[in-house]
């Protein structure tokens, strides 16, 4: 079975703190992804990374950057934490191939 | 480019009823067509998934799916729901490359 697992379910940080979200696969997955989830709002990706070292823009990039330097790991960066990123983070990889995404559990951020 | 709207946001129903969760979909190429369910506090998990192949797709839980290529369909059915169904369910897909174009979510509200 495909694991993707994430490093906190729970994160609680006050604005302006550095912030890291990390994602971890273990079945060689090339892409991985970063979305949040608001009530209302469904899935936005944030962030995807098809290759190490290579990432693209989704949706909603502002306020945040990645960084992919091992094929197993992509993390998420809020350089500076606001209030209105607190959100449901959810990280995913997939093959290439028919698209199948698998998710990590989610990691539950409040910004104070 | 894709896009997928699920026509009801909030599903009530009764254990043992029947039910239909509504997707349709809009790309100018063939698509894959995907339907995850996320339980409360977890990441999303595959239900099913349509490639190619019998319209009719048939996924965990006793949940399955047609896919209808003249109305771009996708609709989600599971004759007699239980307690354990209650979740948010997500209609997803692949049109190009390996991007999930994800629904707003539909969440199924199953009462004794």
């Known amino acids: 079975d495909v694991k993707v697992t994430q490093s906190s379910r729970y994160l609680v940080k006050r604005t302006g703190e550095k912030v890291f979200l990390e994602c971890v696969q273990d079945?060689?997955?090339?892409?991985m992804f970063w979305y949040r989830q608001d009530p209302g709002l469904g899935l936005r990706l944030i962030y995807f990374?098809?290759?190490?070292?290579m990432k693209e823009k989704g949706d909603i990039p502002e306020g945040y950057s990645v960084s992919r330097e091992k094929k197993e790991r992509f993390s998420l960066i809020l350089e500076s934490a606001s209030t209105n990123q607190t959100s449901m983070y959810l990280c995913?990889?997939?093959?290439w191939g028919d698209g199948e995404q698998y998710f990590g559990p989610g990691t539950r951020l409040t910004v104070t | 480019a894709q896009s997928v709207t699920q026509l009801d946001s909030q599903v009530p129903v009764f254990e043992e009823a029947p039910v239909e969760l509504r997707c349709n979909y809009s790309?100018?190429?063939?698509?894959?067509l995907f339907w995850y369910v996320q339980y409360p506090n977890q990441g999303l998990q595959l239900l099913l998934k349509?490639?190619?192949?019998?319209?009719l797709v048939k996924g965990i839980n006793g949940f399955e799916a047609e896919f209808n290529k003249s109305q771009t369909s996708f609709h989600l059915r599971k004759p007699s729901v239980h307690i354990s169904d209650t979740a948010e369910y997500f209609c997803?897909?692949?049109?190009?490359?390996?991007?999930?174009?994800f629904g707003g979510g539909t969440r199924l509200m199953v009462k004794p």
């Open positions: 790309s100018s190429v063939s698509v894959y």
């Open positions: 997803a897909v692949n049109g190009a490359g390996n991007m999930l174009t």
């Open positions: 995913a990889s997939s093959l």
């Open positions: 990374s098809y290759d190490v070292k």
């Open positions: 349509y490639l190619s192949g019998s319209t």
């Open positions: 079945m060689d997955h090339e892409n």
